[in-house]
């Protein structure tokens, strides 16, 4: 049976006995990481050896209503997207 996610309060306890910081204080740090990281993705946000954190255009299209097959044009759009560093893919899936 798989694990559950932890939770905000479980990290934060993790960060503050790691740390050897208070739990305010890991909330606080990890609050500002998450505020550093909403302003800097326009720019691309890094966390060195977890991923980087960008938001990428996507081009207007053509697709397909699945429930009519009418073709519809999609609108062109900007997209969030975080791509996965090679040491955080390396140390969760090793090569085989």
Known sequence: ????????????????????????????????LANQAYKGAKDGFTIPGIGKLVVQKRNARM????ATGETIKIPAKKVLKFRIAKAAKDAILPAK
């Open 1 to 32: 049976m798989p694990s559950k996610p932890k939770t905000k309060t479980q990290i934060i306890a993790e960060l503050a006995e790691a740390g050897d910081v208070t739990k305010k204080q890991a909330a606080a740090i990890l609050e500002s």
């Open 63 to 66: 697709g397909r209503n699945p």
